[in-house]
């Protein structure tokens, strides 16, 4: 029988608040532990834009800031950017506004960039942190995914990907709050219609939140959504509408930049492969036939697990990565967005198939074994060592002696062809077009005087073949072993 003394203590226990743990402020840690990790990564001393989706981001930002609009100024007629998404440009102009001074202003970019990761890992926690799933389990496996060293690249150099994956982790996560309203419909909407414009990804976003909606039969919400985001990226669609398509010299600039981001991946396996080759980047090719179905695996039955409490995330998810599979235009990079969730499910999974049946742990067991120590110690030792900066700063004093030389030696009214065109641009301020193999039509109709070969890796690149079918047309200012080489220009008679 409870005496008067245990009732009172019980009921004072019960009506004074919890002391907070430090659990709950999870996803805060998170959120600033990716933060401080994106500002680690950093390579301060690299050359941006020679990936090209970067340098066409700088240069839409130095053309917005300076109120030129949309519009590659690169080139001798200014191009309408019709086919790149128009936000992240748009949002690193304000920096350009601020702090105009090219490259030093490249810091402020890098920081808001590695902040955006830092908020999309919070979003994602806090997301996660309502799954019928260990908190700690949870929390763990979206800071291992933030972790991944393509993921914290993303912040060195000026790609649209940190800020898309805030807009659509709030999207999601709108979309999946319990006690939903129309207001919330609409601000998931919202988010998810900027996603749209940010990147390629993102129309898949908006289909997978409206999908979400529908498929748990409320579709008043599902409408407010789509309406909302219709809203938000109609008068871009309009634009890209009325600006016609651009013919003679805009084409070329437009069929170079449509090449913005081509990444090779390690093995091709449709929607999941970039996300496979993430987790995996350091077993052997043959070890991914076995490793890779096993990922996707446990990928899938966390799906299946979270259905009922995250559909939105679930559906986006899924959606995202079908449309990856299906639509030419996304890149590699674009689907690395979806890791996060995918470590956080996969990890689901396995701890799923773990409680499935005692005979299954010791293969489950083994299974997330081998994923873990493929996946944890590489990353681990390349963010620590910042391997992934090695194609950054390789070509360093290379392309300082290439941009120093056209800086110095040629005309300010020069016009440059080359293999890495936004990126000569930047460091120049010179007119720039992309390396053609046409080059008797296409580099006299544009008034070209020098080509700039930076021997980088990229699509188009200059080659030696490329200048011996030049012969005549070309003649060296400076050439360097395994580096650029400048080279004077005249047209062919």
């Known amino acids: 029988m409870l005496t008067r003394s245990v009732v009172v203590k019980s009921m004072a226990s019960a009506m004074s608040p919890r002391q907070p743990r430090l659990i709950d402020y999870g996803p805060q840690l998170v959120g600033l532990f990716v933060f401080v990790l994106a500002l680690w990564a950093q390579v301060g001393d690299a050359f941006v834009g020679r990936f090209m989706g970067d340098g066409l981001n700088l240069v839409l930002a130095k053309a917005l800031a300076r109120g030129d609009g949309m519009l590659l100024i690169h080139f001798p007629d200014a191009v309408p950017a019709r086919w790149i998404h128009p936000l992240y440009p748009f949002v690193i102009s304000l920096v350009g506004k601020v702090w ?27 997301h996660v942190r309502r799954l019928d799933f260990s908190p700690l389990y949870a929390l763990t496996a979206v800071a291992l995914g933030f972790s991944s060293a393509s993921i914290l690249s993303l912040s060195v150099s000026a790609f649209a990907e940190p800020l898309l994956l805030v807009l659509a982790a709030g999207a999601v996560l709108l979309a999946d709050r319990k006690g939903l309203s129309r207001w919330t419909a609409a601000a998931s909407g919202l988010l998810a219609g900027a996603s749209m414009l940010t990147g390629n990804i993102g129309v898949f976003v908006v289909v997978g939140v409206v999908t ?46 449509r090449q913005a981001g081509e990444l090779d991946g390690v093995i091709s396996w449709q929607g999941l492969g970039p996300l496979v080759n993430l987790l995996l980047p350091s077993l052997p090719r043959w070890m991914m036939f076995v490793a890779g179905p096993i990922a996707a695996g446990f990928f899938g039955v966390g799906l299946l697990s979270v259905f009922r409490t995250a559909p939105a995330l679930v559906i986006v998810v899924s959606t995202c990565i079908m449309g990856a599979w299906l639509h030419p235009a996304v890149v590699p990079r674009n689907e690395w967005i979806l890791f996060p969730w995918f470590v956080v499910l996969l990890a689901i999974g396995a701890s799923r198939s773990w409680g499935y049946a005692r005979q299954t742990r010791i293969p489950v067991f083994l299974a997330f074994v081998v994923l873990s120590v493929a996946y944890v110690p590489r990353t681990a030792v390349s963010v620590a060592s910042r391997q992934y900066a090695a194609s950054l700063v390789g070509q360093n004093d290379f392309l300082r002696r290439l941009f120093l030389s056209i800086n110095v030696e040629l005309p300010e009214d020069a016009v440059i062809a080359s293999d890495a065109e936004a990126m ?57 072993t395994d580096g650029p080489s400048l080279y004077h220009f005249t047209c062919p008679r």
């Open 212 to 257: 979400a909606f529908a498929l748990q039969k409320r579709v008043g919400f599902a409408v407010v959504a789509a309406v909302v985001a219709t809203i938000v990226v109609i008068p871009w669609l309009a634009w890209t509408i009325r600006v016609a398509d651009p013919t003679g010299l805009a084409a070329v600039a437009v069929e170079s930049a």
């Open 424 to 480: 000569v641009h930047l460091y120049t301020g010179r007119l720039v077009i992309p390396a053609r193999s046409d080059f008797s039509r296409t580099y006299c109709n544009a008034g070209v005087t020098h080509v700039a070969r930076t021997n980088l890796p990229v699509p188009g690149a200059i080659d030696d073949e490329l200048i011996r079918a030049m012969g005549s047309s070309v003649s060296t200012v400076f050439s360097l």
């Open 100 to 126: 105009p001074t090219f490259p030093d202003n490249l810091v402020l970019i890098q920081i808001l960039d590695s902040a955006f990761l830092g908020v999309a890992a919070w979003i994602v926690s806090l």
